[in-house]
């Protein structure tokens, strides 16, 4: 054989072994392929898996800080609904410490007009008597001050005081007869109790005694 032939020869032989190398090198790529695609999918599972777990995590913690929140919002509330009560009361306490020392003098006023003369009624300083006290009692109805019904009444002791327990006729035992003094309400508070003259039983006839 010449060195030609044994030339070629060798280059065949060196040509066919990488050619067997490069199919063995596919192989094993195609071999390591199909062994990635069959993981995936339990890789793609585990992976679902996690985000899931943080999602679900995730959610929690915004329900909880929304909890946190809705609590905060309503402990906010109640304490703008205490101040806003505290306020309501402490005005109210200084208004009735101001109608209170007012209410002497519309007492005076309604006694001066009630004793007051017929004659003299028609007078300019009596008409100026009646607007003061009528300006007076405008300012106690626009503070939230009523009077205390008396008149066809029972005495109730939350809201009359006794002056007086009479035996009077045509009036059923505890009736009101008549008012001293007018009381008054501010809202649901007892601002000067009013004073009245209550009727009271007649007293039981004493026996009489039997003649021998």
């Not at 985000?51 to 309503?74: D, P, V």
Request: hydrophobic share 35%; proline share 4%; aromatic share 6%.
């Amino acid at each position: 054989m010449t060195k030609k032939n044994k030339r070629t020869e060798t280059q065949s032989e060196e040509g066919e072994s990488e050619a067997q190398a490069e199919i063995a090198e596919q192989d094993e790529e195609v071999a390591e392929e199909a062994v990635a695609v069959g993981e995936e999918p339990e890789e793609a599972g585990d992976e679902l898996e996690r985000l899931q777990g943080e999602l679900e995590e995730a959610k929690a913690q915004a329900a909880e800080y929304l909890e946190g929140w809705q609590r905060t919002q309503a402990e906010f509330s109640n304490y703008k609904k205490r101040q806003e009560a505290g306020r309501v009361q402490v005005t109210t306490l200084a208004n009735a410490t101001l109608l209170r020392k007012l209410l002497p003098v519309v007492d005076d006023f309604e006694r001066a007009i009630a004793t007051l003369p017929a004659d003299l009624s028609q007078l300019t300083w009596c008409e100026g008597i009646f607007l003061i006290e009528h300006k007076l009692c405008a300012v106690l109805e626009s503070e939230g001050a009523k009077p205390i019904e008396t008149d066809g009444q029972t005495f109730d002791p939350r809201y009359h005081e006794a002056v007086t327990h009479e035996e009077v006729s045509g009036y059923e035992e505890g009736q009101i007869i008549g008012e001293v003094q007018r009381g008054y309400m501010l809202g649901e508070w007892v601002l000067r109790p009013a004073l009245v003259r209550v009727a009271k039983a007649p007293a039981a006839p004493e026996p009489e005694l039997s003649k021998e």
